[in-house]
Structures are given as C-alpha cells and as structure tokens.
C-alpha cells in the first residue's frame, strides 16, 4: 500500500518573507499513529495546511497516498485528508452546532439520512450532542475546539490530521478524545496529531516525527523522546514517566520507559530481580 504522507523537500515562505518550512522531508505509513512535535513556530501548522492542500508547495512535493497534491487534486485532498486547525475560530463558521459538523458532508454531497447519521455520531463523539441548536460564538473555546473536531469526524476522512487537539479540552474530553482517535486507527485510517504534551505522544504515537526551524530534526519510534542529546537539541522536555526513571539510576532500564505500562513492568522486573539476587 502507498505511503499516506510524503513530503519531499518541501519549502514555504510566508507572504512578509518569513520563511516557515526549508527544505523539509518525511514519510507516514498508511494506519499508523503519528505525533509531530516542535517548539513553537518550528512549522507544524503550516505543514499541516499543506496535507489537505489549504497551503500549496512553493517548491517541492507532498502526495497523499501516493498522488500529487497540486490545483488539480486540491479537491480530493480536501476529502481525503480531514483537517482541525489549531484555532476553532478559524473553523466553525455557521449559525449552529450542528449545521457547522453538517457542513462537511452536505458539501460532499451526501443523501440527508446520511448527514442526519454523521451529525448524530459526531456530535456524539466529541460530547456535545446537547449543543446542536445552539450558535457556536456562545460557546467556550473548549467546547468549540470539540465541535471543530466533530465537523471533521463527520467527513470520515482516511487521513485525520488535528492540530493541537488536546489543548483546551478538559481532562475527561482528553481521555474522550484520545478513545476517538484509537478507534479511527482500528478503522483503518492514519492519525496525525501536532501537540507539544510530550507525554500524549509518548503514550499514544506509534511515529514521532520532530520539527525545529522549518525541517524535520528528527523521525521514528516513541524511543527518540528518551534521547537526552535530541530532547535538548529539539527544546522538548522528557515525558514524566521518563523523568522519573533518570532519577532512578538502579533500576538500569534501556531505553528508558516513556509509558506507564512499561515503567510499571520495569519496575516489576528490578524487584523481581532483586529478590532472586537475594535468595542466591
Ligand atoms: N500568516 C502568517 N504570516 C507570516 N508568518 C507566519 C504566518 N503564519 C505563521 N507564520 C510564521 O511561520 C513560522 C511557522 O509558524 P507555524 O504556525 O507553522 O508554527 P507552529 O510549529 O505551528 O507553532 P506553534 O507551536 O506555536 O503552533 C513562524 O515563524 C510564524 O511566525
Ligand atoms: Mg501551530
């Protein structure tokens, strides 16, 4: 099967001259959790604009599933790749809840029982069924940033692509969120989340994929967020399950543990260990 993303040299320069990408280049596998870290103006949200072809490359390539995204395929990039900007502001639009999530797949041309169908799920999902009839300005950012996703979800795109997602939520809405987004990928569909929570990525993402200054400063698994020369190198800090291992030098775990299963099972394992030592 293709590739669900790739950027191949990719440079994009902001009308006032402010150069956001340079160069950058990465690859996401079909189905896979991916979470794209970087400190603040690194270029995650104008990479991510260029996904679904909001942004088209000034120089460069980004396919989707193996097209080209260009003038031609804009469209079906759109459809294809599900976007949540970062600010819901910029996304929620119309006089209600739920016309805003019916948008998507009005637009898509789908039979009313269907869109009736994706707006009751959506909604359903991000937990703001009680919110349909209201307008959206009369909601708290929190609650907009759940409807912004539900008009995503409601497109049921392959690719979902959500910028920030967890800011503003509240913690049962993460852990809401987080049940979303693992059934999505048990379905098939690839999962792209830019987020500074160190931890979010550490748990959930199965790549991780780190931006600094408009290029990729690194790629893989969870285990490069135990690299202390490349945590320092990219401005992120080491997720807590970590942190508190660094302080636990006797209990000689490599790569360090960055979830709390793994942790717990090091754990278990050093005492277990330590106490077949004893016996002997
Ligand atoms: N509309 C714009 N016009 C000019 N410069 C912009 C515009 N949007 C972003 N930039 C600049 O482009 C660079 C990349 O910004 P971007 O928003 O992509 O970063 P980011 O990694 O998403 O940051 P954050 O973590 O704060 O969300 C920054 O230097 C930013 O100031
Ligand atoms: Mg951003």
């Known amino acids: 099967m293709a590739n669900?993303?790739?950027?191949?040299?990719?440079?994009?320069?902001?009308?006032?001259?402010?150069a956001a990408l340079k160069g950058l280049s990465l690859t996401i596998k079909a189905n896979t959790r991916v979470a794209l870290l970087g400190p603040n103006g690194a270029g995650k949200s104008t990479l991510l604009l260029h996904f679904n072809g909001l942004n088209l490359p000034q120089q460069g390539q980004v396919r989707i599933f193996g097209r080209?995204?260009?003038?031609?395929?804009?469209?079906?990039?759109?459809?294809t790749v599900g976007l949540v900007f970062q600010d819901p502001d910029d996304q929620i639009f119309a006089p209600t809840v739920g016309e805003d999530v019916a948008f998507g797949p009005h637009n898509q041309g789908l039979p009313p029982l269907e869109i009736e169908h994706r707006v009751v799920t959506a909604l359903e999902a991000v937990g703001m069924t009680a919110y349909r009839d209201k307008p959206p300005h009369h909601l708290s950012y929190g609650q907009k940033k759940r409807v912004?996703?539900?008009?995503?979800?409601?497109m049921q795109p392959q690719i979902v692509v959500l910028d920030e997602p967890m800011a503003y939520l509240d913690p049962r809405g993460r852990e809401d969120?987080?049940?979303?987004?693992?059934?999505?990928?048990?379905?098939?569909?690839?999962?792209i989340v830019a987020t500074h929570d160190v931890d979010l990525a550490a748990e959930w993402a199965e790549q991780v994929i780190i931006l600094q200054a408009g290029q990729t400063l690194a790629a893989g698994d969870g285990a490069l967020l135990t690299d202390p020369a490349l945590i320092t190198a990219a401005g992120l800090t080491f997720p807590t399950v970590t942190k508190l291992f660094r302080h636990l030098p006797e209990i000689p775990v490599r790569p360090l543990?960055?979830?709390i299963?793994?942790?717990?099972r090091a754990i278990r394992d050093w005492k277990c260990h330590s106490e077949h030592s004893e016996e002997s």
């Open 68 to 79: 080209e995204v260009n003038r031609q395929t804009e469209k079906w990039a759109r459809s």
């Open 261 to 264: 299963l793994a942790g717990v």
């Open 257 to 259: 543990p960055r979830t």
């Open 4 to 18: 669900a993303v790739e950027i191949e040299n990719l440079s994009f320069t902001y009308p006032d001259g402010t």
């Open 148 to 154: 912004a996703i539900a008009g995503v979800l409601a």
């Open 177 to 191: 969120l987080l049940q979303v987004l693992t059934a999505l990928h048990r379905g098939g569909k690839t999962i």
